[in-house]
């Protein structure tokens, strides 16, 4: 049972610009949920953490979230990312940076996790009919065994010159398997004028951390992504596309 009662603040400290903070409390434990302001739809709820005997966090999520992303933060500071989208009755879960224990409540749409502090991790949970979630696992095998190890680079400041400009430098953000399709000049998007002759398109899955402006490095290319467009099927994403175009 929660209180009533919460709190309202702008611009938390340890969260993005612009991004929503409430402050639950129960009668035993707190927890801080933030989300963006673009986020509209159904939120997850995460109610009355524990601690077992190892000192770990041990929580649900209910109802599993259908669409939106959300923040949990633990009083140390450990905290868990939750992102949701699709409707329907069976789930794909996958969890970032490395696979952990948990169960999956397909009655009552729950996530059962055990969280060891100062471990942050990122779920992301697909929900959707039978041949949506299908086509999409259908897709990562694809990516798997035809597909080519990418890494996924973003932008960062690294530091300033002598004159006080910041430098800035792209850094590895994910390793992933990717489908690396080079342009001929026959294609909609070379028609258009949008990639040229020896740009690409690459297909992601639907996890991955590609995003518009981030760089796509291969064995022999670095590519950077001008647009990103999610490829969905029964309101669930299949894979990512994105239209890369090489740097010289």
């Given at each position: 049972?929660?209180?009533?009662?919460?709190?309202?603040?702008?611009?938390?400290?340890?969260?993005?610009?612009?991004e929503?903070?409430?402050?639950?409390?129960?009668?035993?434990?707190?927890?801080?949920?933030?989300?963006?302001?673009?986020?509209?739809?159904?939120?997850?709820?995460?109610?009355?953490?524990?601690?077992?005997?190892?000192g770990?966090?041990?929580?649900?999520?209910?109802?599993?979230?259908?669409?939106?992303?959300?923040?949990?933060?633990?009083?140390?500071?450990?905290?868990?990312?939750?992102?949701?989208?699709?409707?329907?009755?069976?789930?794909?879960?996958?969890?970032?940076?490395?696979?952990?224990?948990?169960?999956?409540?397909?009655?009552l749409?729950?996530?059962?996790?055990?969280?060891?502090?100062?471990?942050?991790?990122?779920?992301?949970?697909?929900?959707?009919?039978?041949?949506?979630?299908?086509?999409?696992?259908?897709?990562?095998?694809?990516?798997?065994?035809?597909?080519?190890?990418?890494?996924?680079q973003k932008?960062?400041?690294?530091?300033?010159?002598?004159?006080?400009?910041?430098?800035?430098?792209?850094?590895?953000?994910?390793?992933?398997?990717?489908?690396?399709?080079?342009?001929?000049?026959?294609?909609?998007?070379?028609?258009?004028?949008?990639?040229?002759?020896?740009?690409?398109?690459?297909?992601?899955?639907?996890?991955?951390?590609?995003?518009?402006?981030?760089?796509?490095?291969?064995?022999?290319?670095?590519?950077?992504?001008?647009?990103?467009?999610?490829?969905?099927?029964?309101?669930?994403?299949?894979?990512?596309?994105?239209?890369?175009?090489?740097?010289?």
């Amino acid at each position: 049972m929660l209180y009533s009662r919460f709190k309202h603040i702008s611009n938390y400290p340890k969260l993005q610009t612009g991004e929503r903070v409430k402050q639950y409390e129960t009668s035993l434990t707190q927890t801080i949920f933030a989300w963006s302001h673009a986020v509209s739809g159904s939120l997850a709820r995460l109610f009355d953490w524990t601690k077992d005997a190892d000192g770990n966090y041990v929580f649900s999520i209910s109802p599993a979230p259908e669409v939106g992303k959300f923040k949990a933060v633990f009083p140390d500071g450990t905290s868990i990312t939750v992102s949701g989208e699709g409707n329907g009755s069976r789930a794909i879960v996958t969890v970032k940076p490395y696979v952990k224990a948990y169960t999956w409540d397909g009655d009552l749409r729950k996530l059962n996790v055990t969280l060891k502090p100062d471990e942050d991790l990122e779920f992301d949970v697909a929900m959707g009919g039978y041949f949506g979630l299908a086509e999409r696992g259908a897709f990562n095998r694809k990516a798997d065994l035809y597909g080519e190890k990418v890494e996924v680079q973003k932008k960062v400041l690294v530091g300033s010159d002598e004159f006080g400009n910041p430098v800035y430098d792209y850094v590895t953000f994910s390793v992933e398997n990717a489908i690396i399709k080079a342009l001929k000049g026959t294609e909609d998007v070379v028609k258009a004028g949008l990639l040229a002759v020896g740009d690409a398109l690459g297909h992601f899955k639907a996890d991955s951390d590609i995003d518009k402006n981030y760089r796509v490095k291969t064995a022999n290319t670095i590519y950077e992504a001008i647009s990103v467009e999610k490829i969905r099927n029964q309101g669930l994403t299949i894979y990512i596309e994105a239209g890369l175009r090489r740097v010289v």
